[in-house]
C-alpha cells in the first residue's frame, strides 16, 4: 500500500503526455460479473472523457482488470482511474457484490515514442485473445474492433438526443450532460466509436495487414508490455513452437530449428529464456531436445548466460 501511494504520487508530478493506465489484478474477484456490468462499464469509460481532461485512444474491460491507452496529465489519469473506481465500486455493491478492495490501485507508464505506442496498441487488444475469449477483433468489451475492422462503422444504437435527460442520468448516474450525438446499444451500452479517438490508431497503422499480423504475431512486444507491468503471460504449445521458430529466422537466416548446429541451439535455449522467460521444461518440448542438455546451455557461459 505504501508504494502504491508513493508511486501515485509521482504520477500526480507528470506532465502531459501519452499513458498506459493498467488497474491492478483483482485476484480472487472480480470488477465485471456480467455483461450488464461490463456495458456499464462501457459508459464509465465514456464519462471519464466527459469529466476530465483526458483523451482515450484505446481501452479493454477484462473481468478483473482494465487497460488504457490515454493521454492528459500524470494528475488527472489518477483522477480518472479514481472515478472509475468509485463508479464500479458502486455497480458492485448494487449488485450484491463487494466492492473494490481501498487499496485496489494501478500502474502508469508513459509511452514515449511511435513504436512504443504501436506495441501498446497490439498489447491492449490481444489482452482478450490471449485469455481465449475471442478471434481478433471480436471482442465486445472495448474498442479494439474499431481498428481496421468495418464492425464499428456498422454498428449502431439509440442516440443520446433521443432519449430523456431523466433517462440519461438514470444510466450514467450522474447529471454530466452526455453529448447527444452517443450512442447507446441495447446490449454493449455506450459504443466507443462515441467516445474514443482513432484518429492515431490510423495514422500508427495505415496498413491493416500489418495491424492483424503484428496482434497475433508479435510475441516480443506482447513480452515486453506484459513484463513491464508484471502480468502473468502464457502462450499455447503451437505459439511456443512459432516463437521459437521466428526467434530462429531472426538469428540465423533462412534456418529452421531443425537445421540448427548443437551450438546454435544452445544460443537458441538461451534467447528462449531471456527474451520470452520460457522454463527449461517448455524449451526442450519447443526445440526437440532434452531438459538436461537445455539446463546444460543455460548455465554455460559459452552460451552467454553468464
Request: one cysteine or more; glycine letters at 8%; charged letters at 25%.
Amino acid at each position: 500500500m505504501r508504494t502504491y501511494l508513493k508511486e501515485r504520487k509521482r504520477y500526480q508530478t507528470w506532465k502531459n503526455g501519452y499513458y498506459h493506465l493498467s488497474s491492478d489484478g483483482w485476484q480472487g474477484g472480480k470488477i465485471f460479473h456480467n455483461d450488464g456490468q461490463f456495458s456499464h462499464g462501457m459508459l464509465v469509460m465514456g464519462l471519464l472523457t466527459l469529466r476530465f481532461k483526458i483523451v482515450i485512444y484505446d481501452f479493454t474491460l477484462m473481468d478483473n482488470h482494465v487497460h488504457i491507452l490515454m493521454s492528459g496529465t500524470g494528475n488527472e489519469c489518477c483522477r480518472a482511474f479514481d472515478y472509475f473506481k468509485m463508479k464500479m465500486s458502486s455497480r458492485l455493491v448494487k449488485d450484491g457484490f463487494p466492492p473494490l478492495p481501498h487499496n485496489y490501485g494501478f500502474k502508469l507508464t508513459p509511452v514515449l515514442n511511435e513504436e512504443q505506442m504501436r506495441i501498446n496498441f497490439l498489447y491492449i487488444d490481444r489482452n482478450a485473445l490471449e485469455r481465449g475469449l475471442c478471434v481478433p477483433g471480436g471482442y465486445p468489451w472495448g474498442c479494439a474492433y474499431l481498428h481496421c475492422g468495418q464492425v464499428g462503422h456498422y454498428l449502431h444504437g439509440v442516440p443520446a438526443a433521443s432519449l430523456s435527460k431523466h433517462r440519461l442520468e438514470l444510466m450514467a448516474g450522474t447529471r454530466t450532460p452526455i453529448p447527444p450525438g452517443w450512442e447507446f446499444h441495447p446490449q454493449l451500452g455506450l459504443l466507443p466509436a462515441s467516445f474514443v479517438n482513432n484518429r492515431l490508431f490510423e495514422r500508427l497503422f495505415p496498413n491493416p495487414k500489418d495491424y492483424q499480423t503484428r496482434l497475433v504475431k508479435d510475441y516480443e512486444a506482447f513480452v515486453k508490455i506484459g513484463r513491464s507491468l508484471n502480468e502473468s503471460l502464457n502462450f499455447s504449445p503451437k505459439e511456443e513452437r512459432d516463437i521459437a521458430e521466428q526467434l530462429a529466422r531472426t538469428l540465423y537466416p533462412g534456418k529452421t530449428i531443425a537445421c540448427l548446429s548443437h551450438e546454435e541451439k544452445g544460443k537458441l535455449c538461451v534467447q528462449l529464456e531471456r527474451r520470452f522467460g520460457f522454463t527449461p521444461s517448455r524449451i526442450a518440448e519447443t526445440v526437440s531436445i532434452t531438459e538436461h542438455l537445455v539446463k546444460q546451455f543455460l548455465s554455460s557461459k559459452d552460451y552467454g548466460k553468464r
